[in-house]
């Protein structure tokens, strides 16, 4: 079965601190992702990555960063933790070329606080 | 730019009852539209997809979903809803010229016994 996994379902960090988050799919897909998620706001792209060493940023990367040194495994970091950081992150993955390039398996979430 | 459009933040329906979730999207051509469900404390599931073709589309869950292209709308609907149903429906869309998922804000479904 199709397998998504990040690293924490609850996570409370204080204000300045470095966060990282984890995701691993075992789907051997290219594609993975990072997303935020707001009441009212729907889910947002932060950051994006076709492969392997490659990266680029989506609708609101500002105060975050990628790694990705595996192909099953995807981080997204938070160099400086802030309150608006505060949210539910979303980790997908997906095959690419036509259809598999949106068809997205989603892990279950990360709700983070930020105090 | 591309953008979606779901009107209804909270839609409350008796177990039973029919059920349509609206979704409009803003783009020049025909997009591929998707239908996701994000049940509590989980990710988010695909529903049903349209691509082109048919503009009836089948998903899984007893979901279905019809492209108006005159209407720009790939409403959500659903004969018969279950308590399981409850959850957050999304709609989304990828379009020109972007490879990425745009979402919409969510709906809110609540089944009532």
């Known amino acids: 079965d199709v397998k998504v996994t990040q690293s924490s379902r609850y996570l409370v960090k204080r204000t300045g601190e470095k966060v990282f988050l984890e995701c691993v799919q075992d789907?051997?897909?290219?594609?993975m992702f990072w997303y935020r998620q707001d009441p009212g706001l729907g889910l947002r792209l932060i950051y994006f990555?076709?492969?392997?060493?490659?990266?680029e940023k989506g609708d609101i990367p500002e105060g975050y960063s990628v790694s990705r040194e595996k192909k099953e495994r995807f981080s997204l970091i938070l160099e400086s933790a802030s309150t608006n950081q505060t949210s539910m992150y979303l980790c997908?993955?997906?095959?690419?070329?036509?259809?598999?390039?949106?068809?997205?398996?989603f892990g279950p979430g990360t709700r983070l606080t930020v105090t | 730019a591309q953008s979606v459009t779901q009107p209804d933040i909270h839609i409350t329906v008796s177990e039973g009852a029919s059920l349509e979730l609206r979704c409009n999207y803003s783009?020049?051509?025909?997009?591929?539209l998707f239908w996701y469900v994000q049940s509590p404390g989980q990710g988010l599931q695909l529903l049903l997809k349209?691509?082109?073709?048919?503009?009836l589309v089948q998903g899984i869950k007893g979901f279905e979903a019809e492209f108006k292209r005159s209407q720009s709308s790939f409403n959500l609907r659903k004969p018969s809803v279950h308590w399981s149903d409850a959850a957050e429906y999304f709609c989304?869309?990828?379009?020109?010229?972007?490879?990425?998922?745009?979402f919409g804000t969510g709906t809110r479904l609540q089944v009532f016994p």
């Open positions: 989304a869309v990828v379009g020109g010229n972007t490879d990425k998922l745009i």
């Open positions: 990555s076709y492969d392997v060493k490659m990266k």
């Open positions: 997908a993955s997906s095959h690419p070329g036509f259809g598999g390039n949106y068809e997205q398996y």
């Open positions: 789907m051997d897909h290219e594609n």
């Open positions: 349209y691509f082109s073709g048919d503009t």
């Open positions: 783009y020049g051509a025909t997009p591929y």
